[in-house]
């Protein structure tokens, strides 16, 4: 009997249409992620089931078997393409590499020559002598070896897939919590429908349901297209391309509670962000509404400038906020030491310049012995601001080099050739230094921490009376290395303390040189920390409360390392 159109042959077609709108959306979509890769699933998918409902309507055993094997080839391939759409998704296409494509296109074409040579082994399937066909029913076939082979295959391939796909739904995509479960939802029916025709517990005996089931994959994925945007927002792209930035990404639902925050947020912000919990927990002395331009700082301090963005899907209602943390740490630096460089200069450009003036005029009226005075105050003051002058040039030059590899340096080493160079230009200071040989840090400018000694002890011997003057630098290893000096004088004067512990320089409060900020932008450029007194428990630079008179007279600055 000729070919019929069968009840289940008409709903064979009827899936093959909804096969069809995928592959039409999905090639409308091929420029976006994973939209070739949908309509390829659903092309090859498609064919298998209009070669099923085609089998269907036949009568004839070697028609059906020549139907059968065709839409069983077809379907070879769809576990392979399912594997490439999550692969996509997930913005892991360079695990595809061409070899390893190569290797998972050996199974479907291996099981594609098996079911074209069945005929001489029946390793994939036998036909018993005395079956019968009938317009409507699938024949009775008997699995081989080979067939069940590719079953596990296939099982094996959608359960990877389902399981990256819910590794990126908690790890890193809760904003995309919807598109999530419509991915892990979609596989579930031809699955479920495949299982029970190898068992045998198929609602039609002998018929294999999966081919026109899988249709409900293809509305599924349709729905996440138009009403998930599937292809228009792919969560770890986000991830990808934030990290290539350099920058951190908080994501808040309309209440302002976080959703997804990444590795440089959490280490950026103190207390790290929770999800969860409110954005409030992170920035409680600052209203949500006033973060937006603000400037927040690290623990390395580094500086990052808040930057917040309403989210907004297709029809343009609010879903959320972006709470983004851009790196000004070159910036913000710059801006620090130009502001600080120009009040110190003009602060002592127009004191000395004063003072010079007053003196030039005692030497045009006065005595010889008031003008040998006066000249030696001139050159004093002249003096002064070539030194001045001098670390001005030593601060323009000064490089950010936060942002480049740190490499490991011998502390003990560069601080015992500044000492030894200290002692020459002041004789008649007593300079002691101990340290541990070989004592290790992560440096990123080992010049600059050489340059920071020097200038500190620069600053203690002329705030002290040379006369008896002690100074004892150390380098010891406290978790970090610790280089530690003392002075028996006076120490740093409040004023400049207060000054750096404010992090600015102002019109009413002037350090007297750039000296203690030049080594205080070379400590930070190189991730370490300067601090006064000597006692773990006492302010670093930056803090509200300076130390004392006493605690001034000590300097420690602190850098990472892993001495234990």
């Known amino acids: ?51 099923y409902a085609i089998q269907l309507g036949f009568d004839s055993v070697a028609a059906q078997t020549v139907w059968w094997e065709l839409s069983f080839a077809f379907s070879t391939v769809v576990p392979i393409l399912w594997l490439v759409f999550v692969v996509q998704y997930v913005s892991r296409s360079q695990w595809l590499t061409p070899v390893r494509a190569g290797l998972l296109t050996v199974e479907p074409f291996a099981v594609v020559l098996a079911v074209a040579t069945n005929a001489s082994h029946n390793l994939v399937w036998t036909v018993a002598p ?77 018929l294999d349901l999966t081919p026109f089931v899988f249709s409900f994959t293809g509305v599924l994925l349709v729905l ?78 580094l500086a990052y400038d808040v930057r917040v963005s309403e989210l907004t899907d297709e029809r343009g209602d609010e879903i959320g906020y972006a709470v983004a943390l851009r790196d000004v740490t070159s910036r913000h630096r710059y801006e620090q030491r130009l502001e600080v460089a120009n009040r110190v200069l ?60 740190s490499t490991t340096h011998d502390v003990t080493a560069l601080v015992d050739s500044v000492v030894h160079q200290a002692r020459r230009e002041y004789p008649d200071v007593v300079i002691q230094f101990e340290g541990a040989a070989h004592t290790e840090a992560q440096l990123t400018d080992a010049g600059s921490l050489a340059t ?41 004067p409040a004023v400049d303390r207060e000054a750096l512990a404010a992090e600015s320089e102002t019109p009413l409060q002037h350090a007297e040189g750039l000296g203690l900020w030049l080594a205080y932008w070379c400590v930070i450029e190189n991730g370490g920390e300067l601090r006064f007194g000597d006692a773990d428990g006492d302010d ?25």
């Open 1 to 51: 009997m000729p070919w019929e159109l069968t009840a289940i042959s008409a709903v064979g077609f009827a899936t093959v249409i909804v096969y069809a709108v995928v592959v039409v959306l999905g090639w409308q979509h091929r420029d976006s992620r994973c939209g070739p890769e949908i309509a390829a699933l659903h092309l090859v998918v498609g064919l298998s089931a209009l070669a």
């Open 130 to 206: 005395d079956t019968t066909a009938t317009a409507g029913s699938a024949i009775d076939i008997v699995f081989g070896p080979l067939y069940y082979t590719h079953i596990v295959l296939a099982y094996v391939a959608v359960a990877v897939g389902m399981s990256m796909i819910l590794f990126v739904g908690i790890r890193w995509s809760l904003v995309y919590w919807k598109q999530v479960v419509v991915l892990l939802i979609a596989p579930l029916p031809p699955f479920l429908s495949n299982m029970a025709f190898m068992l045998g517990v198929s609602p039609i005996p002998n």
């Open 224 to 301: 996440s297209l138009y009403h998930f945007d599937l292809l228009e927002r792919v969560p770890i792209a986000r991830r990808q391309a934030l990290q290539a930035m350099g920058d951190g990404l908080v994501v808040l639902d309309t209440d302002r509670v976080v959703v997804d925050a990444d590795d440089i947020a959490c280490r950026v912000l103190d207390p790290a962000p929770r999800i969860g919990h409110s954005i409030t927990a992170v920035f409680p002395d600052r209203p949500f509404d006033q973060l937006h331009g603000t400037t927040v700082t690290d623990a390395n301090n």
């Open 346 to 405: 003009r602060h002592n450009l127009r004191n000395d310049m004063n003072v010079v003036r007053g003196y030039a005029d005692l030497v045009a009226s006065g005595s010889a012995d008031d003008a040998t005075r006066a000249a030696e105050s001139i050159l004093s003051r002249t003096d002064d601001l070539l030194t001045v002058s001098d670390k001005a040039r030593k601060v323009s030059e000064l490089d950010d080099s936060h942002s480049q590899p």
């Open 452 to 492: 920071a000694v020097g200038e500190l002890l620069e600053l203690l011997v002329s705030q002290a009376d040379r006369d008896d003057l002690t100074l004892r630098v150390g380098v010891e290893c406290r978790d970090d290395v610790v280089v530690r000096i003392e002075s028996s004088g006076a120490g740093i």
């Open 540 to 564: 670093a630079v930056g803090a509200d409360s300076p130390p004392t008179e006493t605690e001034a007279s000590v300097i420690r600055l602190r850098f990472p390392s892993d001495c234990a």
